[in-house]
């Protein structure tokens, strides 16, 4: 199982945003709508074998989704779709129990400790442009989860639950990219066993 | 200079499609913007020494659009904003020469035949599933052109096309990707001298 998690560190926690304009009333979805393409999309199906987890922080209080590649139905490559999948489950009431919203995708009130908590038993790869090369590194990453930040980078206190939940700090390469293509370059490196 | 080809078979060569609904009413645009994306984006800017040829043959004549990096202004990273572009610049008056839209993008009547001859100097690699490793190639992909298909693959005159072109036909893995996480993958394994 191969595990993203992404923070979104003003993405809306409610539904009421616009498809229409994506970026401008949602805090940023778009850019996590991106990462699920990048993480589950092959060219005749989804990636069965990936979970998702979206920390959601425009929002007090914080959500998180959960999208599990064995589940899921009706993803589409396209932003849009996957927008209104996520707005379907953020019309849900989250609670502290994860609650299924369409197939493969769910919703709980809480966001990065909780979560970090949940997975302490994986070996958590946190991406940070100054990190070493993830091609150097000695653990195995293809059960590993990985953490990656939104534009705006991680907050001191999440860089703090990372380095308390045992993250190693790696980076994709010499050139700064957004989380969808770090997540494209890690689901590679793990299929082409180059890590 | 990094020069990517995308064919978009049914992508639409007029501007009545609605970004309301790109998957469904543009022949599949959604692909062509996301590969723009995938082949421009960085985390703090834009791949300046790259440029893209988009090959519409969803109408007669075939339109083919470019976008030169050095040139781009207003390309932000959601499909809905680069789709807008799109239609701006097919809303023009296509003729055999190229003319301006957007900064950075011009459109021309005209097809992949066209569009190979004009440039014929380049190195071109063709993307195919079943290519060679494009890492095991000898070949200096950097300056290389590279041409990929969209969900429909590659008809076999366009196969004929890059033939006679004396296209090297390449692939980047085991597993089969959309043609934007391929670029991605490409760009990475440019910027890492990996190939």
């Known amino acids: 199982m191969r595990t993203f998690i992404v923070l979104g560190h003003r993405a809306t926690t409610n539904p009421d945003f616009s498809l229409e304009d994506i970026p401008g009333t949602s805090g940023r979805l778009d850019i996590l709508c991106r990462c699920i393409n990048a993480a589950f999309v092959l060219s005749h199906g989804i990636r069965r074998d990936v979970q998702v987890f979206l920390v959601l922080g425009g929002g007090e209080p914080h959500k998180t989704l959960w999208l599990k590649g064995q589940e899921l139905r009706h993803l589409n490559p396209d932003e849009r779709t996957t927008a209104a999948l996520l707005k379907k489950a953020l019309a849900l009431a989250a609670e502290r129990e994860w609650s299924r919203s369409t197939p493969g995708i769910s919703v709980r009130a809480g966001g990065l400790e909780e979560l970090l908590q949940d997975l302490r038993s994986m070996k958590l790869f946190y991406l940070r442009e100054d990190g070493a090369d993830v091609r150097s590194t000695c653990s195995d990453i293809s059960g590993g989860a990985f953490l990656l930040g939104d534009h705006l980078g991680m907050l001191p206190e999440e860089e703090l639950l990372a380095e308390e939940a045992g993250a ?25 066993g180059s890590v």
């Open 168 to 192: 190693e700090i790696v980076s994709v390469g010499p050139v700064s990219l957004h989380a969808d293509h770090c997540i494209v370059l890690l689901n590679w490196l793990i299929d082409t």
